[in-house]
């Protein structure tokens, strides 16, 4: 058998791009293409020009404003289907994650929270009154939405939550508190968490409900383009019909996050390539002993290997968006995206800084932000260590949570 000439061979490999050295791209279609796009377009006029400034003085101005913008372009709920959301992909949900994330991990947040938190608790869980009531609101990002589980003495193990939701006739009467919750204080509606004399629950609870207040948490050096809170429930009274009607037990929020934490193994890749590109550009300008420091053998090897693991963690995240379109998609497997993408990302951030020296501790450069954000991401909708137990019972049939 003959070889193929190698002329004809090669005529149809394309020249290698540095932004896209696996070809990942023809992996996605001209829609997939064209919803990353739009994201990556309104990232770069909304967020990029002001985010060091939002950053730096801890707030996120103009938070309503930005959710109607997001929800006229379809990214609120954007994976649900009906009730005013776009019905999109999981792969097209995660590119968005993956651009609102290389602009800043908050933005990504506010979507997270609001679209497979919030939203995807109502839509998943709720009667079809409350999906009328809420999520066409939600999904044109007309009202916030927020989601209550963890608490102040109850992060990692929420079977030990204290918010306790008692009948009183036909009401319900939530006592309660809550913390870490994005979008808390400018929320219209927290969907919370309870414990019941028939387990667990989820509520949805109008914030302005007597009872209810959501004071912003202040102070953090990290996501400080955000909207942090602690819920506050003293004895709020709820009608019959504020209880999710379709789940009980902590399979329900348990299943909110697997939704969510499915779109930071995008989101992490996002700041992993803000970062990435931020010292590529940077090595291939400044000049250092008479060349730019991109001329280095230490300098290429950093570069070559936080390529790697970048675009390693990119087609990790398509391959289970491709899994959760098929409805195959399971929460071990998601856990080994969140475990590996954010730490790689983390790490990634830290080898930029060091190409940047100085200058990238600087806001003029996006490292050191997305370094902070990322300490945050790493650890909240599980951290490092349940992944790992995670992978773990599954890989051993053993359980070591307890």
Known sequence: MSAKPASSASSTVPPFDPGDPLGIDDLLTDEDRAVRGTVRQWAADRVLPHIAEWYEAGELPGIRELARELGAIGALGMSLTGYGCAGASAVQYGLACLELEAAD????????????????????????????????????????????????????????????????????????????????????????????????????????????????????????????????????????????????GLRGPLGCLSHARYGIVWGSMGAARASFEAALEYARTREQFGKPIGGFQLTQAKLADMAVELHKGILLAHHLGLRMDAGRLRPEQISFGKLNNVREAIEICRTSRTILGANGISLEYPVMRHATNLESVLTYEGTVEMHQLVLGKALTGLDAFR
């Open 105 to 248: 991990s908050g933005i990504r947040s506010l979507v997270s929270v609001q679209g497979s938190l919030a939203m995807y608790a109502i839509w998943r869980f709720g009667s079809e009154e409350q999906k009328q009531q809420w999520l066409p609101g939600m999904a044109a990002g007309e009202t916030i939405g927020c989601f209550g589980l963890t608490e102040p003495d109850h992060g990692s193990d929420p079977a030990a939550m204290r918010t306790y939701a008692k009948r009183d006739g036909d009401d319900w009467v939530l006592t309660g508190r809550k913390m870490w919750i994005t979008n808390g204080s400018v929320a219209g509606v927290a969907v919370v968490w309870a414990r019941t004399d028939d387990g667990i629950r989820g509520f949805v609870v109008p914030t302005d409900a007597p009872g209810f207040s959501a004071p912003e948490i202040k102070h953090k050096w990290s996501l400080r383009a955000s909207v942090t809170s602690e819920l506050v429930m003293d004895e709020v009274r709820l009608p019959a019909d504020a209880v999710l009607p379709g789940v009980t």
